[in-house]
């Protein structure tokens, strides 16, 4: 399948889901949707484990990212580093370009390309991603919000080429309490799965450096449910010196779904032409639990 026919796939699933239900986007916690003066919003996040469409790393550890965005209007360009908690190193830069349309009253439409530069050594679940599209739509309806959201990611591993796709539909509500925002929010997930088998491939490597590793299963590249994920998003915003800041918490419950047993080969290094193993892999897939704090603050 061609890139061409692969970002097709995504538009017509994100134009048939504008009578759908989905996601709240990855929007910041500050709502600058409506600033007309370029601002400038500073985040700190620390993210518990890195964890994509109910798949966690091979290697869990916690991640804290530093970013800065500037906003103009609807636009926005972020740029971030992830630090590595657990074997202390920079894990990746990333940059986002993004724009957010207004449709109708009630309804927005989105969307943003990302490069990031991961470390040769990651174990992050997406250290797999070379550069992201990603768009999709959000309706309001009163204290409730639907979203559905489509990404295509190229991958960079030399060993498994081509694109990973993801669709996304999740419904939340917004409670608002004074300086308190809760938004209790279900998501369901659909996708492929080569990101997954270049991180186990990347995990066997790292453990026996001696060999090669090579992960296949014919079913990963096909689009199948990934999630259920809920999360609870609480965000409280006050403001000082006429300065917008805001400290979130968002805790995520993620039951995976569709595990695959994976056929691994593995190769000496200094090997010549044969595979010397050949083996099954069959990851545990089971119900995760993780979290992000995030500070924000607009200036």
């Known amino acids: 399948m061609n890139v061409l026919k692969q970002v097709s796939i995504v538009i017509v699933l994100l134009v048939s889901s504008l009578g759908a239900v989905a996601q709240i986007t990855n929007t910041k916690s500050i709502d600058i949707k409506n600033l007309k003066q370029p601002t400038f919003t500073f ?31 609807r636009s926005y360009l972020t740029a971030s580093l992830t630090y590595q ?14 724009d957010t349309l207004r449709l109708f009253n009630n309804m927005d439409v989105y969307g943003s390309v990302e490069g990031s530069f991961f470390s040769i050594n990651s174990t992050n679940i997406l250290a797999s991603n070379n550069y992201t599209l990603a768009g999709g739509l959000t309706y309001n309806l009163g204290s409730f919000s639907f979203s559905a959201d489509g ?7 030399p060993r498994i080429k081509g694109t990973d796709q993801f669709i996304s539909f999740s419904v939340a509500y917004n409670y608002a309490l004074g300086k308190w925002n809760i938004n209790p929010t279900v998501m369901n997930s659909l996708g492929t ?4 088998m270049i991180n186990r491939s990347n995990f066997f490597e790292n453990e026996h450096p001696n060999y090669i590793y090579e992960v296949f299963n014919p079913v990963a ?10 999360s609870l998003p609480i965000t409280y915003t006050p403001h000082y010196k006429r300065k917008q800041w805001s400290l979130s918490f968002t805790p995520t419950w993620a039951i ?9 080969s593995r190769t000496p290094v200094l090997h ?27 200036f």
Do not use: C
């Not at 700190?44 to 500037?70: D, F, K």
């Open 272 to 298: 010549e032409g044969h595979f010397v193993f050949r083996g099954l892999d069959e990851p545990s897939i089971k119900p995760i639990w993780y979290f992000d704090i995030t500070l924000s603050a607009n």
């Open 193 to 196: 799965r080569k990101f997954f």
């Open 256 to 264: 995976p779904v569709n595990n695959l047993i994976y056929t691994i």
């Open 151 to 157: 990404t295509l990611v190229f991958l960079k591993d």
């Open 85 to 98: 908690n657990k074997q202390g190193y920079i894990d990746n830069y990333s940059i986002v370009l993004g």
């Open 221 to 230: 590249n096909k689009l199948q449910i990934l999630d259920y994920e809920m």
């Open 43 to 73: 985040e700190l996040e620390m993210l518990s484990n890195s964890v994509w469409a109910g798949r966690q790393s091979s290697i869990p550890s916690s991640y804290l990212t530093p970013s800065i965005t500037y906003h103009h209007k």
